[in-house]
């Protein structure tokens, strides 16, 4: 059973940049693939950013590439998505997940997740 626990949400301003981090207990992320997804009111969760098992691939969302990078630590066994040029848009709930141990292919749909952090808001004023 995979924890993941999100530090780094908060308040900024448009441009500015953010770093967020996410501590997976349990397995090493190397086992599996992990992501970033958001979720703003009365919308869609929406992929952000994955990685896959063997940190050799990563995908970005539409909506952030050129401005996210996520990357990961294998031996802090955290993940992180750091942030640039952040507009108004890019507020929202964001969340870590992980695949099952195992499943090292990168996914962007939500079901092929199975453990979730519990989200750290990030609010970006204009």
């Known amino acids: 059973q995979e924890q993941l626990v999100e530090y780094g949400g908060g308040l900024v301003q448009a441009g500015d940049s953010l770093r967020l981090s996410c501590v997976a207990s349990?397995?090493?992320?190397?086992?599996?693939?992990m992501g970033w997804f958001r979720q703003a009111p009365g919308k869609e969760r929406e992929f952000v950013a994955g990685i896959n098992g063997r940190g050799s691939r990563t995908l970005h969302g539409d909506s952030v590439q050129g401005r996210f990078t996520i990357s990961r630590d294998v031996p802090k066994n955290t993940i992180f998505l750091q942030m640039n040029s952040l507009k108004p848009e890019d507020a929202a709930v964001y969340y870590c997940a992980a695949r099952a141990a195992g499943s090292v292919a990168l996914a962007t749909a939500p079901e092929c997740y199975a453990y979730w952090g519990g989200g750290g808001q990030v609010a970006v004023a204009s």
């Open positions: 349990g397995e090493t992320i190397s086992n599996y693939a």
